[in-house]
């Protein structure tokens, strides 16, 4: 191995165990594992500056200005309020279609913040219908969770996943591109938990201490905050919501229609806010959730110093030697397995990094198309039901719901072979070798 190698294993070896104990938050160790690389001269002051200015990281803040400018505006509020009162009048059903809203909205906004504002509101009408809250909350992550897997936006994963192929010589992916695979994935999970996610929690859901968790939710080293201070109420300016509305509706057919990438729609329509007034250049900057951008650049200039150090080529000659003889299905059934057991014990971004350079070099090697690997890749890389820590909604839940680890192995581990299964046929149907 060369010196630039070892560096970088080392230096990945750390940022993964970092990672795995969790007492420093996931962006720090991303920026840290980012100056050891640029300090070794593993790589450039120009590749650092390239993956903070990435086509993941454009789009992804560019989205986030744009929500918060429909936060802001009042628009989300007057939507909560719809959905409780639709739980009270239709009791149950009702919470499940706040779910099932839920998820709608993830598969184009990211999922963390859906989560974090629609908790305390299903906490809260569980409670006054006399109904047992961890019957939802977990569910409520799950949804979201596969909501995401049903457009390019739903996700930074899909995002990065989709960059990060660009970096391999990949053409990009459309918005709607991974629907066909993502959708069926949704319904057949949410079908699963519809049906057996109160049955498998068993007794556990009714127990009587349930109660108000401490104020802070701890999400991936980061502290999100008591969940209930982001349901403040905000009046409604209907001139601003339209804006708003119109100009996110706009930026998401604007990319679907090819006109341009979503990072430039993005990008415009929440430069245009800002003109519009609808938000201030201070608002938007309030909205950025660095945490989460810095996350993703760190990790991306990480998968930088793996192909130009030749440790991600090494490594992808090893597995191409282990699945030597093997049919392009068994090696996606594989990949999908790998993916899936990493997103467990990683961040979402991390294992982007790690895996995809792995699958384009597999399916290369095999001389089939490389985009059934991507896409399962992409599905994979979110689909991380067994464990509170392996995604951070399922962590805001985890908290508010007091649940047990053993909650999430009982309803988690069937819904992630459920969704593999029905991940790995759709791709092959829709995404032929």
Known sequence: MTLDQIVTLLVLGCVVAALIWDKVRADV???????????????????????????????????????????????????????????????????????????????????????????????????????????????????????????????????????????????????????????????????????FSGRLMGTRMLDPTDGHPDATINVAGGQVGDAEVFAERRPLQPVKAAIALGTFVGAILLAALNVAPIAATAFAGAVLLILLRVISADQAYGGLRPQILILIAGMVVLGIAMAQSGLASAATTKLIATLEGVSPLTALIVLYGLTMVLTELLSNATVAVLVTPVAVALAESLGVNPRPFLVVVMIAGSASFATPFGYQTNVIVYQLGRYRYTDFLRVGLPLNLLTAIVAITTTCVFFPF
């Open 29 to 195: 160790v991303a920026l840290a594992g980012a100056a050891v690389l640029l300090m070794a001269g593993v790589v450039r002051p120009i590749d650092v500056q390239g993956a903070f200015a990435s086509p993941a990281i454009i789009a992804l803040a560019s989205l986030f200005v744009i929500s918060y400018a429909l936060e802001l505006s009042g628009l989300l509020d007057r939507a909560i309020e719809a959905a409780v009162a639709m739980c009270r009048r239709l009791g149950g059903t009702g919470v499940w279609l706040l779910l099932g809203i839920a998820g709608l909205f993830s598969s184009v906004l990211n999922s963390t913040p859906i989560v974090v504002l629609t908790a305390p509101v299903v906490k809260d009408v569980a409670a006054s219908l006399q109904l047992p809250a961890k019957r939802y909350l977990m569910p409520l992550s799950y949804i979201t969770i596969l909501g995401g897997c049903c457009t390019l936006l739903g996700t930074s994963t899909n995002l990065l996943v989709d960059d990060m192929a660009r970096i391999a010589g990949q053409s990009r992916f459309g918005i709607f591109e991974i629907t066909p695979v993502g959708v069926p994935v949704a319904l057949v999970g949410g079908l699963y938990l519809l049906l």
